[in-house]
């Protein structure tokens, strides 16, 4: 599967909520009422906090093979350990909640291989319920790098409620580089093995592709 090497400053699952609410203040403004003009700017306005939402930045990522870049945008919920069918006993998990203005794109914490890829329907509970990780709509993406295996959970919360995955079973893959998309507010979880460090602890702003959360010992 080619890798997503687009330029565009928007993700492309943004393209028909924008269209769409930029024909719409097209078609109000030429109706001869106030209330439809009134309509035509929340439409606009609207279509621009879609470019806001799903804005695609490039991003300058690190390049050491020690380190493990966090996931997504975000603020760190919650570090812990917990029991994991992807790996024998517990596993390290930081969990990080994207709000509504936070880029909602994922990406690779290491350069590796995708492994395997489990979608899952569940619930739509706020993603900073702590049942969420848990209970609602997820994709899970397990990858194997040179050093350990780790997985990427992409989770769907009260608003978002469409996961987009941009890979696929068995593509190599870089550090830093786009695996999916979560619409409209989420949760992504990042799942390591017991002998990694982690750096990160709750309340801390994480930037995509860029933010060290981890480092093998």
């Not at 959970?153 to 978002?160: C, M, P, S």
């Amino acid at each position: 599967m080619p890798k997503r090497a687009s330029k565009l400053p928007v993700a492309k699952e943004g393209f028909p909520f924008i269209l769409g609410f930029c024909i719409a203040g097209f078609i109000f403004v030429l109706i001869p009422f106030v209330f439809f003009r009134f309509l035509s700017l929340s439409s606009f306005l609207l279509a621009t906090f879609c470019i806001y939402f799903f804005r695609d930045p490039e991003r300058e990522v690190p390049q050491d093979s020690t380190i493990l870049l966090s996931p997504g945008d975000g603020k760190v919920l919650e570090v812990s350990e917990e029991s994991s069918p992807y790996f024998e006993g517990k596993a390290k998990v930081i969990k990080i909640f994207l709000s509504i203005f936070d880029v909602h794109i994922q990406r690779a914490p290491m350069a590796g291989k995708i492994l395997r890829i489990d979608y899952q329907k569940g619930k739509f509970l706020d993603a900073r319920n702590p049942r969420a990780a848990y209970e609602n709509e997820n994709n899970v993406i397990v990858i194997q790098t040179k050093k350990s295996k780790m997985v990427v959970k992409q989770i769907a919360g009260l608003i978002a409620r469409r996961i987009a995955c941009w890979v696929q079973m068995g593509e190599e893959i870089e550090a830093g580089q786009k695996l999916g998309l979560i619409r409209f507010g989420s949760q992504v979880n990042l799942i390591l093995p017991m002998d990694v460090e982690v750096c990160v602890s709750p309340g801390e702003r994480l930037i995509g592709g860029v933010s060290v959360v981890a480092l093998h010992k």
